[in-house]
């Protein structure tokens, strides 16, 4: 499929859980206030949040810095952001790959579980150092190779199509973040592992947050009932003796500076 083609089916997947989208964040807010110490203190400064979604963290950003963007490719995110936070903030429909900034404007962009809907992520990452300025920072959390990895293995059990998307091995983003003009300046990754009461619960989640959309997956519709069965049951295997289903994600944060010569 055409990469912007990919990116519009992500917008709409996205655009369409707007509603529910903040009562199902519980990991975008935990890994989202991870991020917070390594904010820089100065507060004279212009920020991105980079796929900012309903605009929770960009309010808080923007309590803390003069100047604050939240940019994201939904129109509905951004409308329900525009309704429901600061009237402070600047909002910008616009795509991670073609930023509308100048180049060398930016001193932070903060982006919290967005990039890993982002392929190639290099050419992200070099859009995001093209409109920071040297010496300003990339601060962001994404999802690695072995998220979901209950959800993967299960739906392997019933067909070979692509129910989860391809996350980035730790490898590969640590490469794509040092390049000639970046360093990783820091890195943590963590599992988190949230409990779910079935794996309809997980199903919900996931729709609710606009994350169950699967660029590459070859049968565009939805999986029939009964491999929803098959499926279902093939997590069992994972269920806990306390009877709640685990979903593991591999939380990546990193704070990349773009150097200055
Ligand atoms: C999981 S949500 C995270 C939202 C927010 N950062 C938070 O912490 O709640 C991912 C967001 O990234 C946006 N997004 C996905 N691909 C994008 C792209 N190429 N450019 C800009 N935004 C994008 C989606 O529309 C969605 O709002």
């Not at 903030?89 to 982006?111: N, Q, R, T």
């Not at 190639?120 to 995001?128: F, G, L």
């Not at 920071?132 to 293995?153: A, Q």
């Not at 989860?164 to 890195?187: Q, R």
Request: with cysteine; proline share 3%; aromatic share 10%.
């Amino acid at each position: 499929m055409l990469e912007i083609k990919k990116r519009i089916n992500i917008a709409k997947s996205f655009g369409s859980a707007t509603e529910s989208y903040d009562v199902s964040a519980r990991l975008q807010r935990f890994s989202g206030k991870h991020l917070m110490p390594w904010l820089p203190n100065r507060n004279d400064l212009s920020v991105i949040d980079l796929g900012c979604g309903t605009g929770f963290f960009t309010e808080i950003l923007s309590g803390r810095y003069q100047q604050v963007f939240g940019v994201d490719i939904s129109t509905n995110m951004l409308n329900y952001a525009k309704d429901n936070r600061s009237t402070d903030i600047c909002w910008l429909e616009g795509d991670a790959f073609s930023l509308p900034f100048a180049s060398k404007s930016i001193d932070l962009v903060y982006s919290n579980l967005m990039i890993q809907w982002c392929d190639p992520i290099e050419k992200v990452i070099s859009e995001v150092l093209r409109v920071l300025k040297p010496g300003g920072l990339f601060i962001f959390t994404t999802l690695t190779d072995g998220t979901l990895l209950e959800l993967r293995s299960s739906w392997s059990k019933v067909d070979s199509d692509k129910h989860v998307i391809d996350f980035k091995t730790l490898d590969h983003l640590t490469d794509a973040c040092n390049t000639a003009e970046s360093k990783l300046l820091e890195s943590r990754e963590q599992d988190v592992v949230l409990e779910y009461e079935n794996v309809l619960h997980l199903a919900h989640e996931l729709k609710g947050l606009g994350a169950s959309h699967v660029p590459s997956k070859t049968n565009k519709g939805l999986a029939g009932k009964d491999k929803w069965k098959q499926m279902i049951h093939a997590y069992q295997e994972f269920q806990e003796p306390s009877g709640v289903y685990p979903a593991t994600y591999k939380v990546f944060s990193g704070m990349v500076v773009k150097l200055t010569s």
